[in-house]
């Protein structure tokens, strides 16, 4: 019933603003070299299938005025240039950002033959395993809630933690902090909140989808200037604000709001400002709606995000960006007593968080445009309280704590210069890593307070260029990183992490392409590792060594027009020095997707591991009405224990992966698209119920049974319907979205809690049961909006 009259009055809103609709909008941009940074005067930018279009001025800059308010596909070209597409461009009344284009210069002079333009953006560096999006894709993803790391979820080879309150990145079987991420090149340690310590994860992104221009993930063959990444590097290109006028939008869903502002600073008579601006704030009611429901536990936050661009001159400009956050996950005081609910309290922690990052960058462009330089300037911190009670309600009967800030200074430099076909980069990075955590832990018998301070460093160099008509691309990189902490941190021919890439193009008409790729990687171990003293207040895990990885990586693409592919890639990565808990025996590897302290313990550096398997993807670009991707993803993930070199199976090997996303545009802006996830059976350690009975609610598993038991395959259909409705001043962005459409159950580990009577008392003597019981899953609708003004 909720359901149904959420349509009706979807309906009727649709139906009432039709009176007052503002039917056409404007876009303008630039068109750029792409490398090069240099303005193209004379470029044409033409909408698809109209003859609406612009050249650019002397500033690179075009305008389009009188644009019927629907969705197109905007193209731009350029003499000598490879003409580029950008698709799905939803045009506005208001509300509209520049949309930016930059060419690649035309390398082939093979005027016979017809090449077909890729629109799957590629690099000589990364040749594959890289997926890029657009800011509408991401804002209209169903079932993404305008959180990218949902979004990214339903790429091939890639998914999230089944079950529970999580948000992880899982790339090829690779635990969840293998990953790093970088906005506008500074990097960020996480993108979501209560984030786990040392891990990754959380239940919430927090960055704003209103500041990306555009958003990568590369899965293999990484750009050598990227340190301390194993799985996936996830880079977000923030657009600059507006330098004409001030505008915005407010942002409302089901769970929180946002406020985005964006305009230019110090303006004066001119047409465009030198300095621009975009900020944002946003708010979550999720803890209300949680306690109205009657959840255990009620997740608030804030986050911000912040931009300021300016352009000294032609060759120079700077720009100040930060983002954070402030969590606090507390308990509720049930009103009824559920025996699951009452373990879920029980067991859930304490966690307030806080976290910062800010940086300064300064970009020089060569006077002789032969190349560029960067360097960046950035902070970021992490502060975390942790706390399990026996009374969580009350927070009596403290048995853990774990109270850090960890902090980290750094100082990017990177060069590139462009030499014929050549490109050539290189530079450095410094970081000073400061870390203090104070530890209590009755359970395990641990108590410390850490204050450790110490600095790492990298040096990097990557050669790429392109022969015989743009046909071969090779790539090579060198990167060495070390540390002044652990043992042999200084020693960095240890580190030395060398990969190249090859891109054939199997046909005159490049549409047949051959990709592969080969590198090693390493990552040093966690503050939360590095910073664990035992009870002499010794560092042991200092002796721990950098985790490496060995990725090989091939896969053929075929482009069925200029705006269809279909690829398959195969892929192979080793892990060896892989730290092994000492107290659970079992690789680091299968932890750090739960909300706890991730690798506070005592570790061995002689793990080991291999993730491999086999990708297939078909992707549809907009066509005018329809787009579509379908990711098939088989694989295995499998690491070693403390004793012996068997394989067992990782918490993340599910086996099968299929994401299947599609959309259908109508008439008058209306828009339905919908998602579909599969993902195999997970293994899971199963809960030693002796010892978590002894020291309730503290959990315990049984690690030397990770592999004899499995989740269900997790199986959810998403729908969304979108309505955009346009007036004279704003437009306005409405959606209804409806998840698990198929009402299918949310695979869950088996939950245990004390045995308790029907009125909540604890039952003599105590004893465990399972509290959790499978059952049919819940559709999920919900309403959302986004008034652009």
Do not use: C
């Not at 209209?140 to 933690?161: C, E, H, R, T």
């Not at 110490?454 to 090779?474: T, V």
């Amino acid at each position: 019933m909720k359901l149904h009259w959420l349509f009706i009055s979807f309906l009727l809103l649709g139906i009432q603003s039709s009176i007052f609709a503002q039917s056409t909008g404007t876009i303008t941009g630039k068109v750029t070299d792409a490398k090069t940074g240099e303005p193209l005067i004379g470029a044409t930018v033409i909408l698809e299938g109209t003859n609406l279009g612009a050249a650019t001025n002397s500033e690179g800059r075009y305008v389009i005025n009188n644009i019927p308010t629907k969705t197109y596909n905007v193209k731009a070209s350029f003499i000598g240039f490879v003409e580029q597409t950008k698709f799905n461009v939803v045009v506005r009344s208001e509300g509209n950002i520049d949309l930016n284009f930059e060419l690649q210069e035309q390398i082939s002079e093979l005027d016979e033959i017809n090449i077909t333009p890729n629109p799957f953006a590629k690099e000589e560096v990364t040749p594959l395993s890289i997926q890029k999006f657009s800011q509408e894709e991401i804002a209209a993803y169903p079932g993404g809630n305008n959180d990218i790391a949902k979004v990214v979820q339903s790429l091939p080879g890639v998914s999230g933690s089944v079950g529970g309150f999580r948000n992880d990145v899982i790339i090829r079987g690779g635990a969840p902090n293998e990953n790093v991420y970088y906005l506008d090149g500074i990097p960020i340690p996480n993108i979501n909140h209560f984030s786990t310590q040392g891990s990754a994860g959380g239940p919430v992104g927090l960055l704003n989808v209103s500041f990306f221009e555009g958003v990568s993930l590369t899965a293999s063959s990484f750009d050598a200037e990227y340190e301390n990444v194993l799985s996936g590097v996830l880079q977000f290109n923030q657009r600059n604000g507006n330098d004409r006028e001030f505008t915005g939008n407010l942002r409302v869903s089901s769970s929180e709001a946002a406020l985005t502002v964006e305009g230019p600073l110090f303006k004066g008579n001119n047409e465009e400002s030198n300095t621009t601006y975009i900020a944002s704030v946003r708010r979550s009611y999720l803890q209300l709606l949680f306690q109205v429901i009657g959840l255990p536990f009620l997740p608030d936050y804030w986050d911000y995000q912040y931009k300021v661009n300016h352009r000294i001159d032609d060759n120079n400009r700077i720009y100040i960006t930060g983002v954070g956050s402030i969590d606090d996950l507390a308990i509720n005081d049930l009103d009824e007593f559920d025996p699951e609910q009452e373990a879920i309290q029980n067991q859930i922690p304490v966690i307030r968080q806080n976290s910062n990052t800010v940086g300064i960058g300064w970009r020089r462009q060569f006077n002789d445009n032969s190349g560029f330089m960067e360097t960046v300037l950035s902070n970021n911190t992490l502060g975390n309280s942790f706390y399990r009670y026996d009374d969580n309600v009350n927070e009596t009967g403290l048995f853990f704590k774990n109270e850090s800030r960890e902090t980290e200074t750094h100082l990017r430099y990177h060069a590139t210069k462009f030499l014929g076909n050549w490109t050539l980069s290189g530079g450095m990075n410094l970081i000073n890593a400061d870390y203090s955590n104070s530890t209590e832990d009755l359970v395990n018998n641990r108590n410390f307070d850490t204050d450790l301070n110490f600095f790492r460093y990298g040096i990097f160099a990557q050669s790429s260029a392109n022969f015989y008509n743009d046909r071969i691309g090779i790539s090579f990189g060198l990167r060495a990183d070390g540390n002044t902490f652990t043992d042999s941190g200084n020693e960095i021919y240890r580190t030395l992490s060398p990969r190249a890439s090859f891109s054939y193009a199997l046909t005159e008409n490049q549409k047949w392409t051959f990709n592969a790729s080969l590198g090693r990687y390493y990552k040093i171990l966690p503050y939360t590792t590095l910073g664990f003293q035992n009870s002499s207040g010794d560092f042991p895990n200092s002796a721990s060594a950098y985790i490496q990885s060995d990725h090989a990586v091939a896969g053929i693409e075929y482009l069925l027009n200029d705006r269809a592919r279909i690829s398959a890639e195969g892929f192979y990565k080793w892990y060896d020095d892989y730290p092994i808990s000492k107290t659970d025996s079992v690789s680091l590897a299968n932890k750090g997707g739960g909300f706890e302290v991730f690798g506070s313990e005592p570790i061995v550096s002689s793990g080991n591991g291999r993730t491999y398997g086999l990708e297939l993807l078909y992707q549809q670009k907009f066509t005018g009405k329809f787009y579509g991707v379908a990711a098939f993803t088989f694989y295995k993930s499998e690491f070693t224990n403390l004793f012996g070199n068997d394989y067992k199976p990782a918490v993340w090997d599910n086996g099968v992966l299929i994401s299947l996303l599609g959309g259908y545009k109508f008439g008058d802006n209306w828009e339905v698209s919908s998602r579909y996830r599969f993902l195999g059976k997970a293994p899971y350690p199963p809960v030693d119920q002796d010892k978590t009975l002894e020291n309730y609610p503290a959990v315990f598993f049984d690690y030397e049974e990770l592999g004899s038991v499995r989740l269900d395959p997790l199986s959810q259909l998403d729908i969304r319907i979108d309505k955009k409705f346009n007036f004279e001043n704003l437009s306005l962005d409405v959606y209804l979205e409806i998840q698990n459409v198929l009402a299918q159950s949310n695979p869950s580990e088996p939950r245990y809690g004390l045995d308790r009577n029907e009125n909540g008392e604890i039952v003599t003597p105590r004893s465990l049961v399972r509290v959790n019981a499978t059952d049919s899953g819940e559709v999920l609708p919900s309403i959302g909006l986004v008034l652009n003004f």
